[in-house]
């Protein structure tokens, strides 16, 4: 299921809503990834930033970790995780138990890496010295993380939340799940 068969389906409204958050999820990611770039150039001293081009650069990556930290890690996947639970009481197979539990893991695992980034971004902003290859190996490692548990939900978790969840399931989460995880929008 790739995502843009996510976006154009007649799907149920909560994974119609799970495919437009990836896309936006992965909007934010390219636009770390392009300011992240800035920031080693400029740790290299081969961009033209200055010190004030800099310091508008980290407050960009701030924003859009902030952004991720409650969108992604405060309402997307909890919201993927009550689904994911949910089918583990439809039968399923060891290995389709398997990959609900590996993308579990996967949702603990960006989490982390996501409040270490804050505290590096943290650091940074207030003056103090970090090890910028360091951060940027450590961002690297989050953004690919990212796109491979997104790529893997499209391949085999929305699939396997398809093949066993009726319209009845899908009614009852939409009520049941969408108050206590409403949509963020950036605000600029
Ligand atoms: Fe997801």
Not at 5 to 13: C, K, S, T
Not at 72 to 78: R, T
Request: hydrophobic share 40%; with cysteine; net charge negative.
């Amino acid at each position: 299921m790739a995502i843009n068969a996510l976006l154009d389906e007649d799907l149920p409204e909560l994974l119609l809503r799970l495919g437009r958050d990836h896309a936006r999820i992965a909007q934010i990611n390219a636009q770390l990834a392009k300011v992240s770039d800035q920031l080693a150039e400029a740790d290299a001293g081969l961009g033209s930033q200055d010190a004030q081009d800099c310091q508008a650069l980290w407050d960009e990556v701030a924003d859009c970790l902030e952004f991720l930290k409650h969108f992604a890690d405060k309402a997307h996947h909890p919201l993927e995780d009550r689904l994911f639970d949910a089918v583990l009481h439809k039968g399923l197979t060891p290995t389709e138990r398997h990959l609900v539990f590996r993308n579990l893991g996967q949702h603990q695992e960006i989490m982390t890496l996501t409040d270490a980034l804050t505290g590096y971004i943290h650091r940074a902003r207030n003056g103090m010295v970090i090890d910028m290859p360091v951060f940027v190996e450590c961002l690297d490692e989050y953004l690919s993380l990212q796109r491979r548990h997104m790529t893997f939900e499209e391949m085999h978790m929305f699939p396997l939340l398809m093949s066993r969840l009726d319209n009845d399931d899908w009614n009852r989460f939409y009520a049941e799940l969408s108050p206590q995880f409403p949509t963020t929008e950036l605000e600029n």
